[in-house]
T-cell receptor, first 112, second 116 residues
């Protein structure tokens, strides 16, 4: 129940295309769903996050879609750029707790 | 602000050796965390702390110890290194948990540890 399942493991997208990464969870007590971006040799950094009171959150080219009934959420990267090439992690945590449960990561490669 | 700093960046240990991974944050964050990252496995929480003097186990604490004597520092100790501890270790900090903007965890650059 503590797992967050992420897919795909790797993704290759052409410049200008849409990148979509999916995550699923079991624990209905989760109420905070962030996405972290990690470049090679660096630590992860928060990209965008959502709470289950909304179904979508958009920040620039990055959008989280959230489906509470299906217990799924996804990251959409519009107009993907080579600079978006990185590993992306979804995560989840319960209200007022201090522990994030991370997915296994998706390595995104965007080719010109 | 330097954010979260970690030392060393790289280290090779022999089986049975001990070492301490250092972590310091200058953001006055209450919460600090240690993760390990293995290929295809995501980030696993080793230990965390909600304030000076308070620590608790995460998902994979065996073989590690921590202490939190100050708000700024959260060292991770490996007592008897084993090949299974070969990994990249990340320290992170956050202002608070479950408080909106305070949920963001800030990560250090990582320590790549190899145990031979």
């Amino acid at each position: 129940q503590q797992q967050v399942k992420q897919s795909p493991q790797s993704l290759i997208v052409q410049k200008g295309g849409i990148s979509i990464i999916n995550c699923a969870y079991e624990n209905t007590a989760f109420d905070y769903f962030p996405w972290y971006q990690q470049f090679p040799g660096k630590g992860p950094a928060l990209l965008i996050a959502i709470r289950p009171d909304v179904s979508e959150k958009k920040e620039g080219r990055f959008t989280i879609s959230f489906n509470k009934s299906a217990k799924q959420f996804s990251l959409h990267i519009m107009d993907s750029q080579p600079g978006d090439s990185a590993t992306y992690f979804c995560a989840a945590s319960r209200r007022n707790t201090d522990k994030l449960i991370f997915g296994t990561g998706t390595r995104l490669q965007v080719f010109p | 602000n330097a954010g979260v700093t970690q030392t060393p960046k790289f280290r090779i240990l022999k089986i049975g050796q001990s070492m301490t991974l250092q972590c310091t944050q200058d953001m006055n964050h209450n919460y600090m965390y240690w993760y390990r990252q293995d290929p295809g496995m995501g980030l696993k929480l080793i230990y965390y702390s909600v304030g000076a003097g308070i620590t608790d186990k995460g998902e994979v604490p065996n073989g590690y110890n921590v202490s939190r004597s100050t708000t700024e520092d959260f060292p991770l100790r490996l007592e008897l290194a084993a090949p299974s501890q070969t990994s990249v270790y990340f320290c992170a900090s956050s202002y608070s948990a479950g408080m909106g903007q305070g949920d963001e965890q800030f990560f250090g650059p990582g320590t790549r540890l190899t145990v031979l």
